[in-house]
């Protein structure tokens, strides 16, 4: 009943910028919170990035300053922006909604998840 497909990644060299996108289609609005994780090789998902009912907005410390989740409702479209780009970022990024008005940055606060997309960062 809901689909949500993320696209964007790639291949970028320190210092650059992405921006990744997810469209959202089914059973779900612009009420819903959304969120942002990502998953290197050998490591935990973990959190970037959230917006919720009232798109406030919350970080991983990892990247404050640097990334920006957005949204845009008439679309049915979230927005992860990332700039300044580390290796350490390289990994793959999932778009996540949840029906919960308010939530924290942690994937068992989402009912829903896209398939992923890779970003590749190099030195």
């Known amino acids: 009943q809901v689909q949500l497909v993320e696209s964007g990644g790639g291949s970028v060299q320190a210092g650059g910028s992405l921006r990744l996108s997810c469209v959202v289609s089914?059973?779900?609005?612009?009420?819903?919170?959304m969120g942002w994780f990502r998953q290197a090789p050998g490591q935990k998902r973990e959190g970037v990035a959230t917006?919720?009912?009232?798109?406030?907005?919350s970080y991983a410390d990892s990247v404050k300053g640097r990334f920006t989740i957005s949204k845009d409702p008439a679309n049915n479209t979230v927005y992860l922006q990332m700039n300044s780009l580390k290796p350490e970022d390289t990994a793959m990024y999932y778009c996540?909604?949840?029906?919960?008005?308010?939530?924290?940055?942690?994937?068992?606060?989402?009912?829903?998840w896209g398939q992923g997309t890779q970003v590749s960062v190099s030195s």
């Open positions: 089914g059973s779900i609005d612009s009420t819903y919170s």
């Open positions: 917006s919720d009912i009232a798109t406030t907005t």
């Open positions: 996540a909604a949840d029906a919960r008005p308010w939530v924290r940055l942690q994937p068992g606060d989402f009912a829903y």
